[in-house]
């Protein structure tokens, strides 16, 4: 049998999924994408999973797409359907990201290029290891950034960083990625598995449906008025209100003990 594309593993509450094809750099072929999606969808449905972290085998993240994948090789008609690998791997990765019921962070390893630049910027939290790098590599192959990169690169950044990286696809170490502000947190790389799995940690400690909510309120206000958007808080607020964490969190603080949060 071979290799699984995707390892996973759990400590208590965080599952940590693991890009396992370190010969290419753990780049993207279309059965790394369904043990992917396999996985993130498990680790959606299992209720003692209260925070996931993805990285890579090896010495990379993720070099984006398998430039050798068959399928990649054009058709009969000497043409090769780009937008359809899109529409079966990478939209479905992106949408599921921003879909998790429980916080998603990036521990990236290594260099994170084309796609796999856009699979640890669509995670909730960024931690990468000092030696790590993200590389908008689209243009230099003749695409643009996907995997959600033309939308998440420019409200990361703003429009003019954003376009800078897309258009040069130069490399962005990981410590001026921080200063950016595109990542969360940079640290050096005998650090990066201990800082992210305690990371990783305290999240599923938290209550993890509000931490989800807040992910969905802060995409959702980016394209609304200030009034939607307070009409929007309102409704989440009141849904959140309704929870059990709610309850315990404020019971917890006014008994001055630890809070035990189950929802999910
Ligand atoms: O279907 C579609 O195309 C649509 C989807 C597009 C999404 C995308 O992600 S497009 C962008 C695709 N990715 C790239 O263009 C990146 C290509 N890789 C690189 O530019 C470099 O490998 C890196 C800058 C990422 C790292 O450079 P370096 O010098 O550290 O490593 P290397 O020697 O280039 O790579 C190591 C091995 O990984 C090497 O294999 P070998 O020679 O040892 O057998 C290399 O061929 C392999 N590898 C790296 N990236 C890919 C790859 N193999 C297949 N596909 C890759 N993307």
């Not at 969808?41 to 050798?68: M, Y």
Request: glycine letters at 8%; aromatic letters at 4%; hydrophobic letters at 50%.
């Amino acid at each position: 049998m071979s290799d699984p594309l995707v390892l996973v593993a759990d400590d208590g509450p965080v599952r940590t999924l693991t890009l396992n094809r370190p010969a290419a750099l753990n780049s993207f072929t279309s059965a790394m994408h369904a043990e992917l999606r396999d996985a993130l969808d498990a680790a959606a449905a299992a209720h003692h999973v209260r925070a996931v972290v993805i990285t890579g085998a090896g010495r990379g993240f993720c070099a984006g797409q398998d430039l050798n994948d068959p399928g990649m090789a054009p058709g009969a008609d000497g043409k090769v359907d780009i937008g359809a690998v899109i529409e079966a791997n990478y939209k479905p990765l992106a949408l599921r990201l921003r879909a998790m019921p429980v916080p998603v962070l990036a521990a990236v390893n290594g260099v994170a290029a084309g796609a796999g630049a856009n699979l640890a910027l669509g995670c909730d939290l960024v931690v990468a290891a000092r030696s790590a790098s993200f590389i908008q590599a689209f243009a230099k192959i003749g695409l643009i950034p996907d995997c959600g990169g033309t939308w998440l690169l420019p409200r990361l950044l703003g429009r003019a960083r954003a376009l800078g990286l897309a258009l040069t696809g130069d490399k962005l170490p990981a410590e001026e990625a921080v200063r950016l502000g595109l990542i969360w947190q940079c640290v050096d790389d005998a650090e990066l598995i201990a800082t992210s799995q305690a990371l990783a940690q305290r999240l599923a400690a938290m209550p993890v449906k509000a931490l989800a909510a807040t992910r969905q309120a802060l995409d959702a206000a980016a394209h609304m008025t200030m009034e939607d958007a307070l009409a929007l808080e309102a409704r989440m607020q009141r849904d959140l209100g309704n929870q059990a964490d709610f309850a315990e969190g404020v019971a917890a603080f006014q008994q001055k003990r630890a809070p035990h949060f189950t929802d999910r």
